[in-house]
């Protein structure tokens, strides 16, 4: 292959006196030659098969399915998809301090991080007029599990998913169990004996639940 000088490809006058000219050059040159070859195939292909995408791109392969199981955790508000295991608010309590209470507060009123524990206003949701008026000049109370959660079940996924914020999905099913027993008696709304598992969950009623309604409003899809 000869190599043109500099001076000819760009047109310039000049020589090529230094070797970093030359690889430079050099370079472009290379760059050209890789260029088609790696273009020339590509287009030969696009020219000759329809526009119908390929069965496979060549890349990535199938999920295993316990790589599948391990991500698919979610938990409804019904309960589906809390798995087999149990926990009290007593066992909870250790847990509590040794994992959470260092950014939640030691009792859950907060610290670096939100409040677990709020049971004010009592028996009022924590806006609208009633609670205007029972709040007065104070300070707006923080919304908590305690007076905004509509469902006892979410505490399962969120805990189990999200923490400790330091090491999430590290907690075992019956701590995760134990830690949501520990929030919820804590708030006034279970007994702190009262096991905690897959069937009693569910049925925990929520303070805030009735405060939530489902948004039946029209003006959605139907009007576009
Ligand atoms: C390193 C700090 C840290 C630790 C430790 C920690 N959390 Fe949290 N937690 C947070 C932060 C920050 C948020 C808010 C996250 C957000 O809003 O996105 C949060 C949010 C929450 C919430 C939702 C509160 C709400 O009403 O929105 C719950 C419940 C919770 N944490 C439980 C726990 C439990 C149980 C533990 C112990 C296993 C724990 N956290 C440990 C930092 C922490």
Same mark, same amino acid.
Do not use: K
């Given at each position: 292959?000869?190599?043109?000088?500099?001076?000819?490809? #760009?047109?310039?006058?000049?020589?090529?006196?230094?070797? #970093?000219?030359?690889?430079?050059?050099?370079?472009?040159?290379?760059?050209?030659?890789?260029?088609?070859?790696?273009?020339?195939?590509?287009?030969?292909?696009?020219?000759?098969?329809?526009?119908?995408? !390929?069965?496979?791109?060549?890349?990535?392969?199938?999920?295993?399915?316990?790589? %599948?199981?391990? #991500? @698919?955790?979610?938990?409804?508000?019904?309960?589906?998809?809390?798995?087999?295991?149990?926990?009290?608010?007593?066992?909870?309590?250790?847990?509590?301090?040794?994992?959470?209470?260092?950014?939640?507060?030691?009792?859950?009123?907060?610290?670096?991080?939100?409040?677990?524990?709020?049971?004010? !206003?009592?028996? %009022?949701?924590?806006?609208?007029?009633?609670?205007?008026?029972?709040?007065?000049?104070?300070?707006?109370?923080?919304?908590?599990?305690?007076?905004?959660?509509?469902?006892?079940?979410?505490?399962?996924?969120? %805990?189990?998913?999200?923490? !400790?914020?330091?090491?999430?999905?590290? /907690?075992?099913?019956? $701590?995760?169990?134990? /830690?949501?027993?520990?929030? #919820?008696?804590?708030? @006034? %709304?279970?007994?702190?004996?009262? $096991?905690?598992?897959?069937?009693?969950?569910?049925?925990?009623?929520?303070?805030?639940?009735?405060?939530?309604?489902? @948004?039946?409003?029209?003006?959605?899809?139907?009007?576009?």
């Amino acid at each position: 292959m000869t190599v043109m000088r500099e001076s000819q490809i #760009l047109g310039l006058p000049g020589q090529l006196t230094t070797s #970093l000219q030359m690889n430079r050059v050099m370079t472009l040159v290379v760059t050209l030659v890789m260029t088609l070859v790696v273009a020339s195939p590509a287009m030969a292909q696009r020219a000759s098969t329809s526009a119908a995408p !390929p069965d496979r791109f060549g890349f990535g392969e199938p999920a295993p399915h316990t790589l %599948i199981e391990d #991500l @698919d955790i979610d938990v409804g508000p019904d309960g589906t998809g809390l798995p087999e295991g149990e926990g009290t608010a007593q066992a909870g309590a250790a847990l509590y301090r040794r994992l959470c209470a260092s950014c939640h507060g030691p009792e859950g009123e907060g610290a670096t991080a939100n409040p677990l524990v709020g049971t004010d !206003p009592p028996g %009022i949701p924590p806006f609208g007029p009633e609670y205007e008026a029972w709040r007065g000049s104070s300070r707006d109370v923080p919304l908590t599990v305690g007076n905004y959660w509509p469902f006892a079940t979410t505490l399962f996924d969120y %805990i189990r998913r999200a923490m !400790p914020t330091s090491a999430p999905g590290s /907690l075992q099913t019956d $701590e995760v169990f134990s /830690l949501v027993a520990w929030v #919820l008696a804590e708030n @006034d %709304i279970i007994p702190s004996d009262t $096991e905690m598992n897959a069937e009693t969950l569910p049925q925990v009623r929520m303070p805030a639940r009735s405060w939530f309604v489902p @948004d039946d409003r029209r003006g959605g899809p139907e009007v576009r």
